[in-house]
């Protein structure tokens, strides 16, 4: 199974452009999210996904779009890149269970964006 | 101007030693933490995790301890090995939240 995956792995942008940030997940999971991380600090949620056609903000949402279309896809977009968001970003999938969010959360491997 | 990243709290362990990390939690209302291994350019892998109910859990190797009344966790490891070297990071949540919020994480190194 290829789990999560993440496109592309490594960005530079610069300031003013936009790009979308590709995240697939191929089991069947109706729960996905974006964290960023910056060196010295944790992961950050910026917007999550319960299902297709449901999104909502995480922690640090500014300067970023989502949606869900299908269970597979949730693509993040930068619609004008500042150098502020340069970081590494986590997409993210899990499942519900009858009690909420399962244990275990399935993390891409990540994807470098350096803003210029 | 030039902006300085921070440091992350970083521990240092002669293999086959035995390692703490520690992490302090701000939210009373969360019931389930979950301890995370990162490696260099890699995304984050579950470790173990502990339900509010319980105070101690066991996996192999590790174990993570919960102290509710000082809102504070913490991840060991037994007998580290050299593939222990990583960032750790502690997450909590509350059923039925979707928002897993993460520590500031621990570089931890072990000393061949």
């Known amino acids: 199974n290829a789990g999560v995956t993440q496109t592309p792995k490594f960005q530079v942008l610069k300031t003013g452009q936009s790009m979308t940030l590709q995240c697939a997940q191929d089991?069947?999971?109706?729960?996905m999210s974006w964290y960023r991380q910056d060196p010295g600090m944790g992961l950050r949620l910026i917007h999550y996904?319960?299902?297709?056609?449901?999104?909502d903000q995480g922690e640090v949402p500014n300067g970023y779009n989502v949606s869900r279309s299908t269970t597979e896809d949730f693509p993040l977009r930068l619609l004008s890149a500042a150098p502020s968001q340069t970081s590494v970003y986590f997409c993210?999938?899990?499942?519900?269970?009858?009690?909420?969010?399962?244990?275990?959360?399935?993390f891409g491997e990540g994807s470098w964006l350096t803003v210029v | 101007g030039e902006s300085v990243g921070l440091h992350l709290p970083t521990l240092s362990v002669q293999e086959g030693d035995n390692s703490i990390i520690n992490c302090a939690y701000s939210?009373?209302?969360?019931?389930?933490f979950i301890w995370y291994k990162q490696e260099s350019g890699k995304g984050p892998q579950f470790i173990i995790d502990?339900?509010?109910?319980?105070d101690k859990r066991q996996g192999q190797r590790v174990t993570v301890l919960l102290n509710k009344t000082v809102k504070h966790l913490s991840l060991q490891i037994a007998a580290t090995q050299p593939g222990d070297s990583a960032v750790y990071f502690c997450?909590?949540?509350?059923?039925?939240?979707?928002?897993?919020?993460f520590g500031t994480g621990t570089r931890l190194t072990i000393i061949p």
């Open positions: 996904s319960v299902g297709a056609g449901i999104t």
């Open positions: 939210n009373s209302a969360s019931d389930y």
């Open positions: 502990i339900r509010s109910n319980m």
């Open positions: 997450a909590e949540n509350n059923f039925g939240n979707e928002k897993l919020t």
């Open positions: 089991m069947n999971h109706e729960y």
């Open positions: 993210a999938s899990s499942y519900f269970t009858g009690t909420g969010l399962s244990d275990t959360i399935y």
